[in-house]
């Protein structure tokens, strides 16, 4: 037996209010509002840290400028993602029916997953770009990986361990 639908939920003001606010404050706002302020307050505190960069370590200084890199990446993923909610708008504020090619909202629904797609592409690049302690962890990535010789290519006593090669005589099982 099918619950009976009643006036409340036939009413399109409530329907518009149930799924338009109410989603809108629990997906977006709240999240959203606690992200803004968390930045904000990082920021504030990277700012402070930076008045004292002298007297840092280098590791703090890369600790610094990591999360330096993540507020970025926070700013990039709060900017992608207000386009959601405007394309929600724009769905409700166009008719499905006149929703085609050519209108703004199909236009605006191509550029919401193209901030989408960029969104999840930029992280690494903004992290190579602003934290130098990254980009040093990642080049000593890439230059240990290409250290790597073939075993016993010139000299079949010795292989190679690590940065030294060793005889193989020398080696107790």
């Known amino acids: 037996m099918l619950p009976k639908k009643t006036a409340l939920a036939s009413s399109p003001v409530y329907n518009y209010m149930y799924s338009l606010a109410l ?3 629990i997906t977006y706002l709240v999240p959203l509002s606690l992200l803004v302020y968390f930045t904000v307050k990082l920021s504030i505190s990277l700012r402070e840290m930076n008045k ?8 703090a200084k890369e600790r610094t400028d990591l999360t330096f890199s993540l507020v970025i990446v ?6 992608c993602q207000l386009s959601n909610p405007i394309r929600r708008l724009l769905y409700i504020i166009y008719a499905p029916s006149t929703i085609g090619c050519g209108t703004l909202y199909f236009y605006f629904s191509s550029l919401t997953v193209m901030f989408v797609n960029f969104n999840s592409a930029c992280n690494f690049f903004i992290f190579c770009v602003c934290s130098p ?6 080049n000593h990535i890439f230059r240990r990986s290409r250290r790597i010789e073939p075993i016993g290519l010139f000299n079949s006593n010795t292989m190679n361990r690590g940065d030294r090669k060793t005889n193989i005589d020398d080696i107790e099982n």
């Open 52 to 59: 004292k960069r002298h007297e840092m370590s280098r590791k």
């Open 23 to 25: 989603y809108y404050f």
């Open 74 to 79: 926070v700013v990039v993923f709060i900017f």
């Open 133 to 138: 302690g990254f980009r040093r962890q990642l």
